[in-house]
């Protein structure tokens, strides 16, 4: 059904957009309005598609996740060593569109706080990475790359905490955290999971 | 000059009250009127002290600033060889009011994407609270709870990233953080700094 794949198309590039926008001037600066003022889509299309501005909002959340969620399915698989630091780095502000991910996950921040189903999101955006890490953890203990005495599903609390900890430091002040050293400090934590705890 | 006192006791009073009001209803929750329906304030003493909105918002934010600032002072001195763990628990949310000034943190967040002076104060936050880390850092070394070889500055951003990391899982799902888990993580990693890298 042709139609409505360009239907979920239209409604997914315009969730880009309102992301991209709050990237930029946080969650108040998105309104109908503004996104169109932006530029590539007009108010009539964006009412078309989205009842107020929460339902754009939560759009514009998603479309962020779902933005990190492709560069996680396009890592190496499990029998790769690499890709347990690979996918802290899939969600690592390493370059400007990770960095706008952030700058929008951060402004979401805000909402989450007083927002129940916002908040659920988030935990769940949280605990599905954690399990992504848990895999990683096993499968290099298999490669031996990771001690076989160390306990997945704690070192990957701590791994993704880690990488959850660098990316909220580098959002706000990129300057501090050039892409090598958050990469670094991922790499040495992963290395330092080779010896016994 | 007991009256100065007194108005900056109040100011700092109002200040608390709208951290707290943030921390339940976000930063769109608080208001001149909000506030006061809150109690224990009225809208004629909180428009005497704060000269708009965003007055109130970032006093707000200093305030949650503030108490942990009091939770640092408080701490053993540098030739304990708790000190570390226990600076990295003074920003944790291990109870109801380090949780709240989490929440209250990361709903200004939300404002520090696109407020540049708010950007700067979370800047500053983070290096202030990483320098005392890296002071500790180098004390473990004299003391031998840290191993020699370690780089002090490297380390003291390696825990302040999980620290931070920690929290903002936390405060957004505490059930997953119990205070024991997040402090068995931290010590666990403080543990290891006794090792060479």
Same mark, same amino acid.
């Given at each position: ?60 959340? &998603?479309? $962020?996740?779902?933005?990190?969620? +492709? %560069?996680?399915?396009?890592?190496? =698989?499990?029998?790769? !060593? *690499? @890709?347990? /630091? ?42 599905? &990475?954690? $399990?992504?890490?848990?895999?990683? +953890? %096993?499968?290099?203990?298999?490669? =031996?790359?990771?001690? !076989? *005495? @160390?306990? /997945? ?45």
């Amino acid at each position: 059904v042709p139609r409505r794949i360009d239907a979920d198309e239209r409604r997914r590039d315009i969730a880009a957009r309102a992301a991209a926008l709050v990237a930029r001037n946080g969650t108040e600066g998105l309104s109908f309005r503004s996104l169109a003022a932006a530029g590539g889509v007009s108010t009539t299309s964006i009412t078309h598609y989205f009842a107020d501005k929460k339902a754009l909002l939560q759009s514009a959340y &998603h479309a $962020a996740v779902d933005q990190a969620r +492709v %560069r996680v399915a396009e890592l190496p =698989g499990e029998d790769d !060593p *690499g @890709r347990l /630091a690979a996918l802290c780095e899939a969600v690592l502000p390493l370059d400007p569109p990770r960095s706008d991910n952030w700058r929008t996950w951060l402004a979401f921040f805000g909402l989450a706080v007083s927002e129940p189903d916002m908040t659920q999101v988030q935990r769940r955006r949280v605990t599905g &990475h954690r $399990a992504l890490l848990a895999e990683a +953890v %096993r499968a290099g203990q298999r490669l =031996g790359t990771v001690h !076989p *005495g @160390r306990e /997945a599903e704690r070192e990957a609390r701590a791994l993704l905490a880690l990488t959850h900890g660098i990316a909220v430091e580098a959002a706000f002040d990129p300057d501090d955290w050039p892409a090598d050293r958050q990469r670094d400090l991922v790499a040495r934590h992963v290395a330092g999971l080779a010896r016994p705890e």
